[in-house]
């Protein structure tokens, strides 16, 4: 795997390509970012009963962003973490481009 400068992991709940990208990251001495992508809220917003439904959402995302930081810190490894909403596989695709990494690390909750 010599070469690979840049490492996008994309994590969904789902915790191991997290710890297998960091482990990675840190055999390569590369740089690594973390996305992650949450679908668009199409429901009807005034149904909800909830004053700010984005706040809500939002606060999850904010939640999953900060265990992955704890989890990047207990492992000594640097990450930028990037929130994207949208279909997930073009989302990956996107971040991957603008960023220009070199690999993908994804996986799927069991």
């Known amino acids: 795997m010599r070469g690979c400068r840049k490492i996008l992991i994309a994590v969904n ?3 191991d390509p997290l710890y297998h990208g960091l ?3 840190s ?3 590369t740089w690594i ?3 992650k992508v949450v679908p668009p809220y199409k429901g009807d917003l005034d149904l909800t009963g ?3 439904i984005r706040d809500v959402l939002a606060s999850e995302s904010k939640k999953a962003i900060s265990e992955i930081d704890n989890i990047a810190e207990a492992e000594r490894a640097l990450i930028k973490t990037r929130i994207e909403e949208g279909e997930a ?3 990956i695709i996107e971040v991957a481009h603008e960023e220009r990494c ?3 690390i994804m996986g799927t909750p069991r």
Do not use: P, S
Request: proline letters at 0%.
């Open 50 to 52: 909830i004053k700010n």
């Open 23 to 25: 482990k990675l990251a």
């Open 33 to 35: 970012t973390v996305i």
């Open 89 to 91: 596989h073009k989302k």
């Open 102 to 104: 070199d690999i993908i």
């Open 27 to 29: 055999d390569e001495k």
């Open 13 to 15: 709940g789902c915790k």
